[in-house]
Antibody
Framework: QIQLVQSGPELKKPGESVKISCKASGYTFTNYGMYWVKQAPGQGLQYMGW????????TYADDFKGRFVFFLETSASTAYLQINNLKNEDMATYFC????????????WGQGASVTVSS | DVVMTQTPVSMSVSLGGQVSISCRSS???????????LSWYIQKPSQSPQLLIY???NRFSGISDRFSGSGSGTDFTLKISRVEPDDLGVYYCGQGTQYPFTFGSGTKLEIK
């Protein structure tokens, strides 16, 4: 069955970097895009951007340009989100989600990876 | 960006009852290709979101027919009939017609 398994919770200090992984299984990795979605504590869902898993080209929403990096390890069917120079406002749960081009929807989601930023 | 406005913010319903959640977009969600990319998701407590409905009214695989989506242009509705305990959570609408993808702010469904 289709699964997206994300890495575990992270505790980081402001200014550090964090890398979150999202390992896909049960489908052909390069046939679907990979979206990233942020959920701050007690808040709703915020689209961060996506990566084309066929070409490796990332696209970032305006609020996530600069410190956020999407990249792939295609041979391992894994997508990554790296956040550099962490700030307090980056404290959130980050979801990866499989993007279906024809329906323009996210039809499978990872379990989420929480990032805590504290000095 | 397209702004998605959901109402109500929260609602309480008795088991077996019916609810309607409204989602309005700041611009038409009809794409140049004629499709309308409006979807609905549920986030159950302590879980990741799950797709319920795509392209306004198409139920995703395995989704009960108690869930139905309707609407057009800028006005959309999710109806849940014969509410069950497992339906509690936060419901989000989302649009993929225009970049960037945007979500509504969510409607929390509680069971009386």
């Amino acid at each position: 069955q289709i699964q997206l398994v994300q890495s575990g919770p992270e505790l980081k200090k402001p200014g550090e970097s964090v890398k979150i992984s999202c390992k896909a299984s049960g489908y052909t990795f390069t046939n679907y895009g990979m979206y990233w979605v942020k959920q701050a504590p007690g808040q709703g869902l915020q689209y961060m951007g996506w990566i084309n898993t066929e070409t490796g080209k990332p696209t970032y929403a305006d609020d996530f340009k600069g410190r956020f990096v999407f990249f792939l390890e295609t041979s391992a069917s894994t997508a990554y989100l790296q956040i550099n120079n962490l700030k307090n406002e980056d404290m959130a749960t980050y979801f990866c989600a499989r993007y279906v081009y024809y329906g323009r929807v996210m039809d499978a989601w990872g379990q989420g990876a929480s990032v805590t930023v504290s000095s | 960006d397209v702004v998605m406005t959901q109402t109500p913010v929260s609602m309480s319903v008795s088991l077996g009852g019916q609810v309607s959640i409204s989602c309005r977009s700041s611009q038409s969600l009809v794409h140049n290709n004629g499709n309308t990319y409006l979807s609905w998701y549920i986030q159950k407590p302590s879980q990741s979101p799950q797709l319920l409905i795509y392209k306004v009214s198409n139920r995703f695989s395995g989704i009960s027919d108690r869930f139905s989506g309707s609407g057009s242009g800028t006005d959309f509705t999710l109806k849940i009939s014969r509410v069950e305990p497992d339906d509690l959570g936060v419901y989000y609408c989302g649009q993929g017609t225009q970049y960037p993808f945007t979500f509504g702010s969510g409607t929390k469904l509680e069971i009386k």
